[in-house]
């Protein structure tokens, strides 16, 4: 059965890692640019980030995500190297139109932070099971019910990708052209929202009423099928980065 989770099987030790170290190193991640706002640092966790996905044999899955968040980010480059307050120093012009140092340094500064989040939060979804993470997560306290909207938000992207695929060969086959030039691929796009976004609520209740049917609002106490995954060198890696988190605040207060 095709998985409809963005998970990647690998053999890697990320993978052996514990759902809640990798949600710290989210929290590490945001936090150290944050502290130290330089373009060194923010540089050196990025590289961090990617260098952990490329341990993690998942860095090819990262491409699609990275594409999309440039082509974003592009933007930001554009508006801050042009219109940021603060320009003062012209790097080059082309004709009327002027870019300007400081907003690209600053632009460059957000590119960094924002693709070092977006990295940590992949080296999660990668090489982490939903199931292992809400699992963990309600081991720790957390409402099951929570945990339920943490997996479908996990999988709504991949089963609505799955679905339009679906759609879209049985559109092929009945004779509908699909490919082509851009006005040709949106007139095939429009006609597959309908049977996605149905799909995706028909999807919805019939889970919502087989949990219902497991007790899933029961308030007796549940047991677990598997037991809890832990990692030998989770406490290491975690007393690690709280430590770097404050002496970066004691070199920000202090130095």
């Not at 924002?114 to 992949?122: A, D, R």
């Not at 099951?144 to 339009?164: A, D």
């Not at 028909?202 to 007790?215: F, Q, Y």
Request: glycine share 6%.
């Amino acid at each position: 059965m095709k998985s409809i989770s963005l998970y990647v099987e690998r053999d890697s030790f990320i993978h052996d890692v514990d759902p809640i170290t990798k949600l710290l190193y989210i929290l590490f991640a945001l936090l150290i640019p944050i502290i130290l706002p330089t373009f060194t640092i923010s540089f050196f966790c990025l590289g961090i980030s990617i260098l952990l996905l490329i341990v993690a044999k998942v860095i090819r899955k990262t491409v699609p995500v990275f594409s999309f968040v440039f082509l974003v980010l592009i933007t930001v480059v554009i508006i801050q190297g042009l219109f940021k307050p603060e320009n003062e120093t012209v790097l080059f012009q082309i004709g009327p139109v002027a870019m300007y140092k400081e907003g690209l340094l600053y632009a460059l500064t957000i590119t960094l932070r924002v693709t070092n989040i977006v990295s940590s939060f992949l080296i999660l979804v990668l090489t982490t099971k939903p199931s292992d993470l809400v699992e963990t997560l309600v081991r720790k306290g957390m409402s099951p019910r929570i945990g339920y909207v943490i997996v479908s938000v996990f999988q709504i992207i991949p089963e609505m990708m799955s679905s339009m695929g679906t759609i879209m060969d049985a559109q092929r086959a009945r004779g509908m052209e699909t490919e082509g030039n851009l006005f040709v691929r949106v007139k095939a796009f429009v006609p597959l929202l309908g049977p996605v976004i149905l799909g995706a609520l028909i999807n919805t209740k019939e889970r919502a009423m087989a949990l219902e049917v497991r007790g899933f609002n029961s308030r007796t106490p549940k047991t677990y099928l598997y037991e809890e995954k832990k990692y030998t060198h989770s406490k290491l890696i975690q007393s690690a980065m709280l430590f770097l988190v404050v002496g970066a605040v004691a070199w920000r207060i202090f130095v």
